[in-house]
C-alpha cells in the first residue's frame, strides 16, 4: 500500500490555496504575518502598482528553515503562466526585498511568487511586507493613515539621502488641518 507523503505546511495559511500563478491571492498595502511555504510549494500574490509611485515587497523568515527568494513578474501581458520577470531577490540572508519605480503613466499588474529555493522537505514561515512610497522617497508607506478631524487622510514623506553621514533628510506631512504639525 502506498500512502500519500504529508504536506509539512499543514495548516495552510489564510492565503491557501495561492500555489501557482493561476491562483494568485491579491495583496494590498500592508503587513501579512505568519505565512508558510514548502518545498514544492510556492506562494503567489497580486498587486497593482500605482503610477509614478516605488512598491516594495519583503520577507522575513529564518534561514536556518529553508532558503526563501523572491521574484517579481509583470502580469499585464501573457497569460497567468508567461509573465516577464522584473527582478529577483535571491540571497542567503533572512530577508529578502525587492524594491521597484513604476514610472509609468497608469497602473501595472505584477505579481510575486515566494519561493522555498532549500529542498530539504520542510516547511519555513514568514512575513510579507507590501509598502508603497513616492519615487525619490526615502522611506515607504506600510499602514495606511486613517482619516483625521476633517475626515482626510493624511500623508508623510521624507526625501534625501539615505546615507547617515549626509545629514540632509527633509520630512513632510500633507493633508494635516490648517495651521497644524504633523505628529
Known amino acids: 500500500q502506498i500512502l500519500p507523503g504529508l504536506d ?5 495559511d489564510a492565503f491557501e490555496e495561492n500555489d501557482n500563478a493561476c ?12 505565512l508558510r511555504v514548502g518545498d514544492g510549494d510556492r506562494d503567489f500574490y497580486s498587486y497593482t502598482m500605482e503610477a509614478n509611485r516605488r512598491t516594495t515587497f519583503a520577507v522575513d523568515f529564518d534561514h536556518s528553515q529553508g532558503d526563501i527568494d523572491l521574484f517579481l513578474y ?6 497567468c503562466l ?3 520577470l522584473i527582478d529577483a531577490s535571491e540571497t542567503v540572508n533572512d ?6 519605480e513604476w514610472t509609468g503613466a497608469a497602473p501595472l499588474d505584477v505579481m510575486l511568487e515566494v519561493l522555498q529555493f532549500t529542498q530539504n522537505g520542510g516547511c519555513n514561515a514568514y512575513d510579507l511586507t507590501v509598502a508603497r512610497g ?6 515607504d508607506i506600510v499602514c495606511p493613515g486613517g482619516p483625521n478631524s476633517l475626515n482626510v487622510t493624511a500623508g508623510g514623506i521624507a526625501y ?3 546615507s547617515v553621514a549626509a545629514n540632509d533628510v527633509t520630512l513632510r506631512a500633507a493633508n494635516l488641518p490648517m495651521q497644524s504639525f504633523g505628529f
Open 8 to 12: 509539512p505546511c499543514q495548516p495552510d
Open 82 to 84: 508567461n509573465h516577464s
Open 160 to 162: 534625501g539621502s539615505r
Open 74 to 79: 509583470d502580469a499585464s501581458t501573457g497569460t
Open 23 to 34: 491562483q494568485a491571492a491579491p495583496v494590498q498595502v500592508g503587513v501579512y504575518a505568519g
Open 134 to 139: 513616492f519615487i525619490g522617497s526615502i522611506s
Open 95 to 100: 530577508f529578502e526585498e525587492i524594491s521597484v
